[in-house]
């Protein structure tokens, strides 16, 4: 099933975290996602005094993270390691709830993909996120995609 809550979170593992694409989350992936979050927050603009925040925010996130996920110990978050890590923590709960940690990593890639930072992600946000990400061939993959999460009955928890 593609909509599947397993293929959810994977996705999310995989397409938005694992920054270096090696199948796991670990420290380096929090450090590349502050210069990532620095310079498409600040719309190209980097400065040392924005990206030194992030640094710290980032490594903050994966500290926490690591705690919630790293079941065995050893530096780094697999992807089943972060399901059962979202189900111990999240399932069943409000999302003011969740581990901070959680909420962090929610709130900090929402507003990346927010563009015009009205608080709504459309389409085209959507869209534009989704191609710098992955390859398409076609947007209509995309547009399905996006659909489906506005249907919710095609939800699976």
């Known amino acids: 099933m593609a ?5 959810r979170v994977a996705f999310v593992v995989r397409y938005l975290y694992d920054i270096d ?6 420290a ?9 979050t620095c310079v498409l927050e600040g ?23 690591a705690q919630l996920a790293d079941f065995d110990k050893d530096g780094v978050v697999t992807v089943e390691e972060f399901k059962n ?4 923590s999240c399932i069943g709960r409000k999302y003011e709830d969740f581990p901070q940690a959680l909420k962090a990593f929610i709130e900090t890639n929402f507003r990346m993909i927010d563009i015009n930072t009205d608080g709504i992600i459309g389409i085209e946000e959507f869209r534009y996120d989704c191609v710098q990400r992955m390859v398409v061939e076609d947007i209509k993959e995309i547009d399905e995609a996006f659909n489906s999460l506005l249907n919710v009955s095609s939800r699976s928890y």
């Open 3 to 7: 909509y599947s809550w397993d293929n």
């Open 21 to 26: 694409n090696n199948g796991y989350l670990d």
């Open 28 to 36: 380096h992936d929090f450090h590349c996602l502050a210069l990532r």
């Open 43 to 65: 719309k190209g603009d980097c400065s040392a005094t924005r990206l030194q925040k992030y640094q710290h925010i980032m490594l903050s996130l994966w500290e926490e993270i």
């Open 85 to 88: 890590a979202v189900q111990n």
